[in-house]
């Protein structure tokens, strides 16, 4: 296989993570209005794939030594779409089992995905900001290490989230999926503290009238 078409796989492998999670999007919001097992699996499987292309995409790149600045905008990215459908679907469906159920667990949860939602989406637009911010100074805006783990364990935790509540069997206890939410959420802070102290010297300078 060339370079070229090495790059070529690299790059559709990260681009495939939109339809992808469209899909999930799509079959999520059909399955939540009327329950169906086949539409719960075209959507669990939609949202394992576009999991999986996150890190086979990345891997490949490494392997054939074909990273390129583009793969390196437009993965992260892809990663925020990713974001941005699925926290709205979790917040619906767990909204909507909270709406069903008289206990107080279930709306407990719906509020806490709420704020994770919330926590997360503006971690990113932040992230987003100072990469433009450190643009204008020559700072590449490739992720650090703690955007890569905090992606690594959000990406698997939205796939739990949403398969113990809309599983017609979930596998996997509540406890584990609580425990799961409170690691992504440390590390989602902790990678917010990184990217803030990275870029900090630039949004310094940023601030200083235009010669």
Known sequence: MTEQAKLRLVTLLTILRMPLVLAFFACAIVHAASPNSVVFHVAFASLIASAVTDFLDGWLARRFRVESSFGAHA??????????AT???????????????????????????????????????????????????????????????????????????????????????????????ALAVVINLVSLIHYTCHYWPYLGRSTRPVS
């Open 75 to 84: 993965d992260p990215l892809m990663d925020k779409f990713f974001y941005v």
């Open 87 to 181: 926290f709205p679907i979790l917040v619906y469906v767990t909204a909507g089992k909270a709406a069903n159920d008289p206990s107080l667990t279930p709306r407990l949860h719906a509020a806490a995905i709420l704020i994770i939602t919330l926590l997360f989406l503006a971690r990113d637009q932040w992230v987003t900001f100072l990469r433009s911010i450190g643009a204008m100074f020559g700072v590449s805006g490739s992720a650090h290490w703690s955007g890569k783990l905090r992606t690594a364990i959000t990406l698997p935790l939205i796939c739990v989230i949403y398969h113990t509540v809309e599983a017609p069997k979930p596998i996997v206890p509540s406890w584990f999926m609580y425990a799961f939410e």
